[in-house]
């Protein structure tokens, strides 16, 4: 069975630009998370979707959104780049029955912002 | 003050040292915690999954959980060089949530 599959893999943009980046989920599971690493702030929460509703966000700016399709598959926006959203943004999946706080993680997208 | 403590090392071992790492959390509803290993340009993959405070063992990973002091750990036996990646600890307040909070990783080199 194929992992989260998260697409590009390396990005480069420039500030003030927008940028897209795709999650695939595991096949059978319907939410999706994503979340931001970086050096100084670790992993940190961005939203997660299901079916189609974003159900929980977490503490970023509304330049950050994101949406996901009947298939399940994901996607994330950033509008109006800044540097310091240079980061790897990683998507979860999650199983569509038993404990939803256990989480598969793609490889990531690493942005950078210059 | 960050909800989850985590000291970012790097921790260097011989190869067979039994390795010890460790989170504090401040927020009092945490119940379940988790212990994430991340490889280079990789995503991070599920090592251990506890539920409350007590000891589970998978191999040679142990978790540790005592909740009256805030404090988790994840014992590694007879390390070797293929556990060298960051490991990170994340929480939840339940099952059903979908945000975990994540100390901020620990890199882990076993040196051969």
């Known amino acids: 069975k194929a992992g989260v599959t998260q697409t590009p893999r390396y990005l480069i943009k420039t500030r003030g630009q927008q940028v897209t980046l795709s999650c695939s989920p595991i096949s059978g599971h319907r939410s999706v998370s994503w979340y931001q690493q970086t050096p100084g702030q670790g992993l940190q929460f961005l939203f997660e979707y299901f079916s189609e509703t974003q159900r929980n966000k977490g503490n970023f700016p509304g330049r950050f959104s994101g949406r996901q399709f009947s298939n399940s598959r994901s996607e994330m926006n950033v509008s109006t780049l800044e540097l310091g959203d240079s980061a790897l943004y990683l998507c979860a999946s999650s199983l569509p029955r038993g404990p939803k706080n256990i989480q598969y993680f793609g490889a990531g997208t690493r942005l950078s912002v210059l | 003050q960050k909800e989850v403590e985590q000291d970012p090392g790097p921790l260097s071992v011989p190869e067979g040292a039994i390795v010890s790492l460790n989170c504090t959390y401040s927020?009092?509803?945490?119940?379940?915690f988790m212990w994430y290993r991340q490889y280079s340009r990789k995503g991070p993959e599920l090592l251990m999954y506890?539920?409350?405070?007590g000891n589970k063992e998978d191999g040679r990973f142990t978790a540790q959980v005592d909740k009256s002091s805030k404090y988790i750990s994840l014992f590694i036996r007879d390390s070797q060089p293929s556990d060298s990646a960051t490991y990170l600890c994340?929480?939840?307040?339940?099952?059903?949530?979908?945000?975990?909070?994540f100390g901020s990783g620990t890199r882990l080199l076993v040196r051969p």
């Open positions: 994340a929480m939840s307040e339940r099952d059903s949530s979908y945000k975990l909070i």
């Open positions: 506890t539920y409350s405070s």
């Open positions: 927020n009092s509803a945490f119940q379940y």
